[in-house]
């Protein structure tokens, strides 16, 4: 398993450090790069995946259930902690409570479970998606303020959200030649993503303290406790409650530290995490799938 882990990883950890060298020869626009990802490419991902997808309204309000029980957890755990410690809230909560369900967890649990695990992360990582552009603006913008809403409107990215929910459960037809434009755009957006994480890398002041340690400790542990919690609450057995432990203790995502920057958030400290979080994966998610069976 932890080969498996090694192999999925790696093309995260392969485009990561492209961009990082990429930086280092020409001079990329890291703000460019993200406006792109976050405006333009991932709502043509998110509407072609929720639009597309096989998935019931009962599966949906179970997953989503256990989903905001993880994410409001690691918020409260993560918040108390930014309070004592003095550390800034904006920048330690996002890579605490966001993980990389996608294009991480999406291709792990297809290589372990087949179509069905896969399902099921697929929902659990929409629905955390919708916290990240929601949730997540909020935090990095100062709260629940004009300002956060504002921009949450403005997020091209829950529009995609919503009309992606809208149309799929309401049957609205889409024409083939546009799912095939977006999908084509969408597939862009991972990889896109972590080439501009690499670049920021270029700009990153890499900090290795105790604040590191704790946010990995609540990414990681933290997470998977929360996930076995919500899989008691909400009575979560078989191959549901593996795919959400394991999901709940993935590396960080790699948009909660490209949604900093969008808004001006200084991301140093989410960099950090989402690089030794996921080199870490190689070790926690073997682990992590064995303490879940």
């Not at 020869?25 to 703000?31: A, M």
Request: proline share 4%.
């Amino acid at each position: 398993m932890i080969q498996q882990s090694f192999l999925q990883l790696l093309p995260i950890l392969v485009i990561t450090g492209g961009g990082y060298l990429l930086s280092r020869i020409y001079n990329l626009s890291q703000d460019t790069l993200v406006k792109v990802i976050v405006d333009f490419l991932m709502p043509m991902l998110i509407f072609h995946a929720l639009y597309t997808s096989d998935i019931s309204a009962a599966l949906v309000l179970g997953l989503a259930g256990v989903t905001t029980f993880i994410v409001v957890s690691l918020l409260l755990l993560s918040y108390g902690y930014a309070k004592i410690s003095g550390v800034d809230a904006r920048e330690f909560i996002p890579p605490v409570i966001f993980m990389n369900s996608g294009f991480l967890g999406i291709p792990l649990m297809k290589l372990w479970g087949g179509m069905a695990a896969m399902n099921l992360i697929v929902i659990y990582d929409q629905i955390q998606t919708v916290y990240i552009f929601t949730l997540g603006i909020m935090i990095v913008t100062g709260g629940f303020s004009f300002r956060g809403t504002k921009e949450m409107v403005k997020s091209p990215i829950l529009w995609s959200i919503f009309l992606g929910f809208g149309f799929r459960f309401l049957n609205v037809p889409v024409p083939a030649h546009l799912l095939t434009t977006l999908e084509f755009g969408g597939d862009a957006a991972p990889p896109l993503a972590a080439l501009a994480l690499g670049v920021s890398l270029g700009e990153t002041a890499f900090h290795f303290n105790r604040h590191l340690f704790a946010g990995l400790l609540l990414r990681i542990g933290g997470g998977f406790l929360c996930g076995l919690a919500g899989s008691l609450i909400f009575g979560l057995e078989g191959m549901s409650r593996v795919v959400v432990l394991v999901a709940s203790s993935l590396p960080s995502a790699v948009f909660s530290s490209v949604l900093p920057m969008r808004y001006g958030v200084k991301a140093d400290f989410a960099g950090t995490m989402v690089v030794v979080s996921t080199v870490l994966g190689i070790i926690t998610i073997p682990l992590a799938f064995f303490l879940a069976g």
